[in-house]
């Protein structure tokens, strides 16, 4: 990777569809440059208008919204592709972390690219990158699967092709499924050691550790709370803990 000292970025690009990432949990995730794209394109397009806005909003920052979510992406990826056309410099966010990432993003991209259209990236938050740096698990080789299908034997297969991977396995899940999810790495991966992650840079950021046996007995015990990440161990690396389990609270 390239080590020199980062130097000021031109102002935005005519035609340029900047794929913006925003907080995860703490606003003050946000990085100086995504605020100054957003403050410098014509128009946001967004998973939310009214998250967005509330984020623009605290950010002081007054931009022309656009919805583009999981059900009108293919459609929405048209619209974005013709103010590009007309030289628009257009934003692209999700409700947190970076779009494209089991968020809406992808579309519009291909789109964008399939059109001719410059698509720079605008690197920041991402729950992925937190919760493995953070989890004590080796993060030199993973392999980020998001979320599971939702049919039970969709679910059985995807984690039964995964059995032989030896990097980190990495899941999003939702709070209202996360005692499902660890129910099935029990039934597949008894002895593997998990890392249940939440709320990750908000004030109440836990990281909880153990067997997936344990985690369900202690995550079945509280109320839900924020999308989760779950991180399991590799393939032949069942029997080595990681660091002790603690409950963090960011300020």
Not at 120 to 130: I, K
Not at 173 to 193: D, F, G
Not at 212 to 224: M, Q, V
Request: charged share 25%; proline share 8%.
């Amino acid at each position: 990777m390239e080590s020199a000292l980062p130097h000021a970025l031109p102002a935005l690009r005519a035609g340029t569809l900047y794929l913006v990432a925003t907080p995860i949990g703490n606003l003050e995730d946000i990085t100086l440059r995504a605020l100054r794209v957003l403050r410098e394109c014509d128009v946001v397009a967004a998973e939310d208008t009214r998250r967005t806005g509330q984020l623009l909003k605290h950010f002081g920052i007054a931009k022309p919204l656009l919805s583009c979510f999981q059900f009108n992406e293919a459609r929405r990826s048209r619209d974005l592709t013709e103010r590009l056309r007309r030289g628009e410099r257009v934003a692209l966010v999700t409700d947190a972390g970076s779009p494209g990432i089991s968020d809406p993003g992808e579309r519009v991209a291909q789109a964008a690219l399939k059109a001719g259209f410059r698509v720079e990236p605008v690197p920041g938050p991402c729950a992925l990158v937190a919760a493995l740096t953070a989890s004590g698990l080796p993060g030199g080789e993973f392999h980020f699967v998001g979320f599971l299908p939702h049919k039970a034997g969709a679910r059985r297969r995807t984690l039964e092709r995964l059995a032989s991977c030896h990097g980190t396995l990495v899941f999003y899940e939702s709070p209202y499924r996360i005692a499902r999810l660890l129910a099935e790495l029990q039934a597949v991966w008894p002895e593997r050691q998990v890392v249940l992650a939440r709320e990750l840079t908000k004030k109440f950021e836990e990281f909880l550790r153990g067997t997936p046996a344990e985690l369900l007995a202690r995550a079945g015990a509280r109320a839900p709370k924020g999308e989760c990440v779950v991180l399991v161990e590799g393939a032949g690396r069942t029997g080595a803990p990681p660091p002790g389990t603690e409950t963090d609270s960011v300020p």
